[in-house]
């Protein structure tokens, strides 16, 4: 596999809920033209470590972080740092398709209006367009931008998330679980709309599929109990994994 640029740097990384601690000393980077995918049996601790990547586990009150998350080399965790400004430099779209209760055109509008990005309603327009193009939606809604976006199905409902994090142009968007809550036609536009993301943004996918994990990335890292047991090119994940567990999991032994 060829040098890779990292977008994302974590040394040492400690989670704990309370007194409970989830994630145990975690180190891993992220490649900047890769799409990485966590995986690992329920209750690991892969959201967890996802969330960390953008602070959203601040949003939780018990939840602690402790270690050295940097992204492009500028320490995420640094008090000099405007998480509202980091959360959309690293966007977010969970598992169940979450639009706002507003038009199609409000819900990609939104995050460039409150960032100051769009200069005009022209200029607004075209962000929105644009953002819908990529996120693979733009045919199918742009007769329809004033109707809600609850009212589209669950599989454009997720582009429809997907393109609301476009919107502020990030550099890194984290996906946990995009595809568990959609049928398998939608389900396949969403891995098809990765492949053309990638290079574009540095993205990072939970998944509790491995075919999906197998399909979609590059890189694969297997966390299990809280620790990062293996991480590397997701063909030696799936075929020649080096660990035990590793291989004991892909082959269904557990999760
Ligand atoms: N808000 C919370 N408060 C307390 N404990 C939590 C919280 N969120 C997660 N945990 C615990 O942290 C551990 C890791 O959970 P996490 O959701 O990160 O795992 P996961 O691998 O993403 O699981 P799943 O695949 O089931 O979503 C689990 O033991 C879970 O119960």
């Not at 931008?145 to 599989?155: K, P």
């Not at 197998?214 to 994994?241: C, M, W």
Request: net charge neutral; with cysteine; hydrophobic share 40%.
């Amino acid at each position: 596999m060829t040098e890779q640029i990292l977008k994302i740097t974590a040394r040492n990384v400690n989670v704990f809920y309370g007194a409970k601690q989830a994630i145990n000393d975690v180190s891993i980077d992220v490649d900047q033209d890769n799409v990485t995918a966590f995986i690992g049996p329920s209750g690991c601790g892969k959201s967890t470590f996802l969330r960390t990547l953008n602070r959203m586990n601040d949003t939780v009150a018990s939840a602690r972080v402790e270690g050295d998350i940097r992204l492009d080399g500028e320490d995420i965790y640094a008090s000099s740092m405007d998480v509202v400004q980091l959360r959309a430099r690293v966007g977010m779209v969970f598992q169940k398709p979450n639009p706002f209760p507003k038009s199609i055109y409000e819900n990609v509008a939104y995050g460039p209006r409150i960032h100051g990005l769009a200069g005009s309603k022209a200029n607004l327009d075209g962000i929105v367009e644009q953002s819908l193009r990529r996120a693979g939606l733009w045919d199918e809604v742009k007769d329809r931008l004033s109707e809600s976006g609850t009212a589209l199905s669950g599989g454009q409902q997720q582009r429809l998330c997907i393109a609301r994090a476009i919107a502020v142009d990030p550099e890194v968007i984290l996906m946990d679980e995009p595809c568990s809550a959609l049928d398998p036609i939608a389900t396949a536009k969403i891995e098809e709309l990765i492949h053309e993301l990638r290079g574009r943004y540095a993205i990072v996918i939970v998944t509790h599929n491995m075919q999906q994990a197998a399909r979609v990335s590059q890189k694969t890292a297997f966390f299990h109990l809280g620790t990062l047991v293996e991480y590397g090119a997701t063909s030696d994940i799936f075929t020649n994994p080096r660990q035990e567990r590793t291989k004991d999991y892909i082959t269904g032994r557990y999760g």
